[in-house]
Protein backbone atom coordinates (compact mmCIF):
# COMPACT_ATOMS: atom_id res chain seq x y z
CA UNK A 1 0.00 0.00 0.00
CA UNK A 2 3.09 2.38 0.72
CA UNK A 3 4.71 1.53 -2.55
CA UNK A 4 1.20 2.59 -4.36
CA UNK A 5 1.20 5.10 -2.69
CA UNK A 6 4.20 6.90 -3.53
CA UNK A 7 4.14 6.27 -6.92
CA UNK A 8 0.35 7.56 -7.48
CA UNK A 9 1.69 10.87 -5.55
CA UNK A 10 4.71 11.00 -7.93
CA UNK A 11 2.23 10.19 -11.14
CA UNK A 12 0.15 13.21 -10.14
CA UNK A 13 3.84 15.05 -9.64
CA UNK A 14 4.27 14.09 -13.36
CA UNK A 15 7.47 12.35 -12.10
CA UNK A 16 9.04 9.15 -13.73
CA UNK A 17 10.00 7.89 -10.36
CA UNK A 18 8.57 8.09 -6.84
CA UNK A 19 10.61 9.37 -4.30
CA UNK A 20 11.76 7.38 -1.68
CA UNK A 21 9.80 7.04 1.62
CA UNK A 22 12.50 8.59 3.61
CA UNK A 23 16.04 10.06 2.68
CA UNK A 24 16.11 12.99 5.44
CA UNK A 25 17.67 12.92 9.08
CA UNK A 26 15.42 13.06 11.91
CA UNK A 27 14.51 16.30 12.77
CA UNK A 28 15.61 18.03 9.42
CA UNK A 29 13.06 20.28 7.35
CA UNK A 30 13.55 17.79 4.85
CA UNK A 31 12.60 15.45 7.55
CA UNK A 32 9.25 17.30 8.34
CA UNK A 33 8.52 18.03 4.82
CA UNK A 34 8.19 14.04 4.30
CA UNK A 35 6.32 13.40 7.39
CA UNK A 36 3.42 16.23 6.18
CA UNK A 37 3.73 14.84 2.82
CA UNK A 38 2.39 11.63 4.06
CA UNK A 39 -0.02 13.22 6.30
CA UNK A 40 -4.25 13.40 6.00
CA UNK A 41 -3.78 16.85 5.87
CA UNK A 42 -2.00 16.59 2.71
CA UNK A 43 -3.27 13.64 1.31
CA UNK A 44 -7.33 14.98 1.98
CA UNK A 45 -6.04 18.05 -0.63
CA UNK A 46 -7.64 18.02 -3.77
CA UNK A 47 -5.00 16.68 -6.60
CA UNK A 48 -3.94 19.80 -8.13
CA UNK A 49 -3.66 21.69 -4.68
CA UNK A 50 -1.27 18.75 -3.60
CA UNK A 51 0.46 18.73 -6.70
CA UNK A 52 1.05 22.92 -6.12
CA UNK A 53 1.73 22.55 -2.59
CA UNK A 54 4.47 19.41 -3.20
CA UNK A 55 6.31 21.66 -5.65
CA UNK A 56 6.72 24.43 -3.00
CA UNK A 57 7.67 22.02 -0.58
CA UNK A 58 10.16 20.48 -2.82
CA UNK A 59 11.94 23.88 -3.55
CA UNK A 60 12.16 24.08 0.43
CA UNK A 61 13.59 20.99 1.12
CA UNK A 62 16.06 21.75 -1.66
CA UNK A 63 17.26 25.00 -0.56
CA UNK A 64 17.03 24.33 3.27
CA UNK A 65 16.05 20.53 3.60
CA UNK A 66 19.01 19.73 6.03
CA UNK A 67 18.45 22.44 8.98
CA UNK A 68 17.40 21.13 12.12
CA UNK A 69 13.70 22.72 12.16
CA UNK A 70 14.80 23.14 16.17
CA UNK A 71 17.29 25.74 15.19
CA UNK A 72 15.46 28.05 12.84
CA UNK A 73 14.12 31.69 13.89
CA UNK A 74 12.41 34.30 12.06
CA UNK A 75 15.80 35.60 10.82
CA UNK A 76 16.00 32.28 9.13
CA UNK A 77 12.73 32.22 7.19
CA UNK A 78 13.15 35.77 5.80
CA UNK A 79 16.46 34.73 4.39
CA UNK A 80 14.59 31.99 2.36
CA UNK A 81 11.83 34.48 1.69
CA UNK A 82 14.57 36.57 0.26
CA UNK A 83 16.06 33.82 -2.33
CA UNK A 84 12.32 34.44 -4.66
CA UNK A 85 11.30 37.22 -6.92
CA UNK A 86 8.41 38.97 -5.82
CA UNK A 87 6.38 39.41 -2.63
CA UNK A 88 3.89 36.83 -3.79
CA UNK A 89 6.48 33.85 -4.06
CA UNK A 90 7.76 35.17 -0.79
CA UNK A 91 5.22 35.24 1.05
CA UNK A 92 4.24 31.72 -0.23
CA UNK A 93 7.65 30.69 1.41
CA UNK A 94 6.88 32.17 4.61
CA UNK A 95 2.95 30.54 4.85
CA UNK A 96 4.66 26.91 3.73
CA UNK A 97 6.88 27.07 6.38
CA UNK A 98 4.21 28.69 9.30
CA UNK A 99 2.44 25.47 8.46
CA UNK A 100 4.99 23.07 8.42
CA UNK A 101 6.06 23.87 11.65
CA UNK A 102 2.27 24.29 13.30
CA UNK A 103 1.79 20.66 11.66
CA UNK A 104 5.10 19.89 13.71
CA UNK A 105 3.85 21.03 17.06
CA UNK A 106 0.43 19.69 16.71
CA UNK A 107 1.75 16.04 16.65
CA UNK A 108 4.67 17.04 19.24
CA UNK A 109 7.21 16.45 16.01
CA UNK A 110 10.98 16.60 17.00
CA UNK A 111 10.09 18.76 20.06
CA UNK A 112 9.22 22.00 18.27
CA UNK A 113 7.53 24.23 20.10
CA UNK A 114 7.41 27.43 18.38
CA UNK A 115 6.58 28.85 14.94
CA UNK A 116 9.48 31.31 13.52
CA UNK A 117 7.52 31.65 10.43
CA UNK A 118 4.98 33.69 12.46
CA UNK A 119 7.32 36.12 13.28
CA UNK A 120 9.09 36.63 9.35
CA UNK A 121 8.03 40.23 8.14
CA UNK A 122 5.41 40.07 5.76
CA UNK A 123 6.31 41.48 1.88
CA UNK A 124 3.93 43.49 1.15
CA UNK A 125 2.06 42.45 -2.12
CA UNK A 126 -0.51 44.23 -4.76
CA UNK A 127 -4.00 44.14 -2.90
CA UNK A 128 -5.55 43.29 -6.29
CA UNK A 129 -2.91 40.30 -7.37
CA UNK A 130 -2.20 39.44 -10.57
CA UNK A 131 -3.00 42.80 -13.28
CA UNK A 132 -6.15 42.74 -14.70
CA UNK A 133 -6.09 43.22 -18.53
CA UNK A 134 -7.77 46.11 -19.97
CA UNK A 135 -9.37 46.57 -23.44
CA UNK A 136 -6.69 47.91 -24.97
CA UNK A 137 -4.67 45.67 -24.05
CA UNK A 138 -7.20 42.43 -24.81
CA UNK A 139 -7.32 44.12 -28.26
CA UNK A 140 -3.38 44.15 -28.32
CA UNK A 141 -2.80 40.70 -27.59
CA UNK A 142 -5.27 40.00 -30.50
CA UNK A 143 -4.22 41.74 -32.75
CA UNK A 144 -0.40 40.05 -32.43
CA UNK A 145 -1.60 36.94 -32.62
CA UNK A 146 -3.92 36.48 -35.63
CA UNK A 147 -6.56 33.93 -36.96
CA UNK A 148 -5.82 30.80 -36.38
CA UNK A 149 -2.74 30.83 -33.84
CA UNK A 150 -2.55 28.67 -30.89
CA UNK A 151 -2.18 31.79 -28.70
CA UNK A 152 -5.54 33.58 -30.01
CA UNK A 153 -7.14 30.38 -29.46
CA UNK A 154 -5.78 29.89 -26.15
CA UNK A 155 -7.08 33.62 -25.44
CA UNK A 156 -10.37 33.21 -26.67
CA UNK A 157 -11.16 30.22 -24.54
CA UNK A 158 -10.36 32.16 -21.54
CA UNK A 159 -12.42 35.10 -22.99
CA UNK A 160 -15.67 32.48 -23.31
CA UNK A 161 -15.37 30.28 -20.64
CA UNK A 162 -13.51 31.89 -17.66
CA UNK A 163 -11.76 28.91 -17.85
CA UNK A 164 -8.87 28.59 -15.43
CA UNK A 165 -5.81 27.13 -16.43
CA UNK A 166 -6.04 23.84 -14.91
CA UNK A 167 -9.36 23.63 -16.52
CA UNK A 168 -8.31 25.31 -19.58
CA UNK A 169 -5.94 22.90 -20.77
CA UNK A 170 -8.60 19.51 -20.29
CA UNK A 171 -10.96 21.41 -23.02
CA UNK A 172 -11.62 19.75 -26.07
CA UNK A 173 -14.68 18.63 -28.35
CA UNK A 174 -15.86 16.13 -25.83
CA UNK A 175 -16.83 19.64 -24.13
CA UNK A 176 -18.39 21.13 -26.58
CA UNK A 177 -22.07 20.34 -28.00
CA UNK A 178 -24.82 22.38 -29.53
CA UNK A 179 -23.26 25.31 -29.78
CA UNK A 180 -22.19 25.58 -26.55
CA UNK A 181 -19.35 24.57 -24.41
CA UNK A 182 -19.05 22.94 -20.91
CA UNK A 183 -17.03 21.90 -18.18
CA UNK A 184 -16.80 21.33 -14.71
CA UNK A 185 -14.28 23.74 -12.52
CA UNK A 186 -11.63 21.15 -10.68
CA UNK A 187 -10.84 23.35 -7.91
CA UNK A 188 -14.85 24.55 -6.91
CA UNK A 189 -16.84 21.23 -8.88
CA UNK A 190 -19.09 24.01 -9.84
CA UNK A 191 -20.83 23.61 -13.67
CA UNK A 192 -20.25 26.20 -16.56
CA UNK A 193 -21.79 26.49 -19.67
CA UNK A 194 -21.10 28.80 -21.93
CA UNK A 195 -22.09 30.09 -25.44
CA UNK A 196 -19.84 29.86 -28.20
CA UNK A 197 -19.55 32.90 -29.61
CA UNK A 198 -18.32 33.84 -32.67
CA UNK A 199 -14.90 34.75 -32.67
CA UNK A 200 -14.16 31.74 -31.08
CA UNK A 201 -16.24 29.46 -33.25
CA UNK A 202 -14.34 30.69 -36.08
CA UNK A 203 -11.35 29.75 -34.51
CA UNK A 204 -12.57 26.32 -33.52
CA UNK A 205 -13.02 25.56 -36.79
CA UNK A 206 -9.07 25.32 -37.42
CA UNK A 207 -9.02 22.48 -34.68
CA UNK A 208 -9.40 18.65 -36.18
CA UNK A 209 -12.46 17.42 -34.83
CA UNK A 210 -10.57 14.38 -33.28
CA UNK A 211 -8.91 16.36 -30.75
CA UNK A 212 -9.50 15.56 -27.11
CA UNK A 213 -7.63 18.65 -26.26
CA UNK A 214 -7.92 21.93 -28.19
CA UNK A 215 -4.22 23.04 -26.23
CA UNK A 216 -1.57 21.25 -27.06
CA UNK A 217 2.32 21.30 -27.29
CA UNK A 218 5.25 19.15 -28.61
CA UNK A 219 3.69 16.52 -30.61
CA UNK A 220 0.17 16.96 -29.29
CA UNK A 221 1.59 16.49 -25.49
CA UNK A 222 -1.40 18.29 -23.34
CA UNK A 223 0.03 21.07 -21.02
CA UNK A 224 0.76 20.63 -17.43
CA UNK A 225 -1.17 24.06 -15.46
CA UNK A 226 2.09 25.51 -14.63
CA UNK A 227 3.85 24.48 -18.41
CA UNK A 228 0.34 26.51 -20.23
CA UNK A 229 1.27 29.49 -17.91
CA UNK A 230 4.83 29.64 -18.84
CA UNK A 231 4.08 29.05 -22.53
CA UNK A 232 1.02 31.96 -22.54
CA UNK A 233 3.36 34.68 -20.61
CA UNK A 234 5.87 34.20 -23.52
CA UNK A 235 2.66 34.70 -25.57
CA UNK A 236 1.93 38.00 -23.46
CA UNK A 237 5.62 39.05 -23.70
CA UNK A 238 5.29 38.73 -27.84
CA UNK A 239 2.81 40.90 -27.69
CA UNK A 240 4.56 43.77 -26.01
CA UNK A 241 2.18 42.79 -22.67
CA UNK A 242 5.16 40.98 -20.38
CA UNK A 243 3.00 42.32 -17.50
CA UNK A 244 0.16 40.16 -18.49
CA UNK A 245 -1.31 36.41 -17.74
CA UNK A 246 -3.62 34.37 -17.95
CA UNK A 247 -5.23 34.58 -14.69
CA UNK A 248 -5.59 38.39 -15.33
CA UNK A 249 -7.07 38.07 -18.78
CA UNK A 250 -9.76 35.96 -16.37
CA UNK A 251 -10.10 39.10 -14.33
CA UNK A 252 -10.22 41.29 -17.17
CA UNK A 253 -12.80 39.41 -18.85
CA UNK A 254 -14.99 39.62 -15.49
CA UNK A 255 -14.75 43.18 -15.49
CA UNK A 256 -16.08 43.91 -18.88
CA UNK A 257 -18.96 42.31 -17.65
CA UNK A 258 -19.10 44.24 -14.47
CA UNK A 259 -18.54 47.26 -17.01
CA UNK A 260 -21.27 46.41 -18.78
CA UNK A 261 -23.92 46.14 -16.52
CA UNK A 262 -23.67 42.22 -15.14
CA UNK A 263 -23.79 41.73 -11.44
CA UNK A 264 -22.37 39.24 -8.70
CA UNK A 265 -24.22 36.54 -9.97
CA UNK A 266 -23.18 36.77 -13.73
CA UNK A 267 -19.75 37.23 -12.67
CA UNK A 268 -19.84 33.96 -10.39
CA UNK A 269 -21.14 31.91 -13.34
CA UNK A 270 -18.95 33.06 -15.41
CA UNK A 271 -15.81 31.98 -13.35
CA UNK A 272 -17.99 29.14 -11.96
CA UNK A 273 -17.46 30.12 -8.55
CA UNK A 274 -19.48 28.64 -5.67
CA UNK A 275 -20.37 32.29 -4.35
CA UNK A 276 -21.16 35.32 -5.26
CA UNK A 277 -18.00 37.47 -3.38
CA UNK A 278 -15.76 37.35 -6.04
CA UNK A 279 -18.17 38.68 -8.28
CA UNK A 280 -19.42 41.26 -5.70
CA UNK A 281 -15.49 42.90 -5.79
CA UNK A 282 -15.39 43.57 -9.55
CA UNK A 283 -19.17 45.21 -9.49
CA UNK A 284 -18.33 46.97 -6.42
CA UNK A 285 -15.25 48.36 -8.69
CA UNK A 286 -17.30 49.38 -11.67
CA UNK A 287 -19.93 50.94 -9.41
CA UNK A 288 -17.00 53.63 -8.21
CA UNK A 289 -15.65 53.68 -12.06
Given at each position: ?A???A????????????AP??T?NY????????????S????N??????????????W??K???K?????????????????K???T?????????????????????A?Q??????????????????????E???????????P???A??????????????????????????????????????????????PE????L????????????H??????????????????????G??????????KG???????????E??????L????????????????R?
Amino acid sequence: AAEFRAAYEAALEGVKTPAPRTTANYGTLAWLIEQYLRSPKHLNLSDVRRASIRRELDWLRKEAGKYQIGRLAAKHVEALMSRKAGPTAANTVKKNLSMLFNYAIKHDMAGQKHNPARHADRRKENPDGYHTWTEAEIAKFLAHHGPGTKARLAALLILNTGAARQDLVRLGWQNVGAGRISYRRHKTGIAGDYEILPELAEELRNVPGDCLLFLTHWRGRPYTVESFGNWFKHQCRAAGLPHCSAHGLRKGQATRIADEGGGELEIMSFLAHATPKEGATYVKKANRG
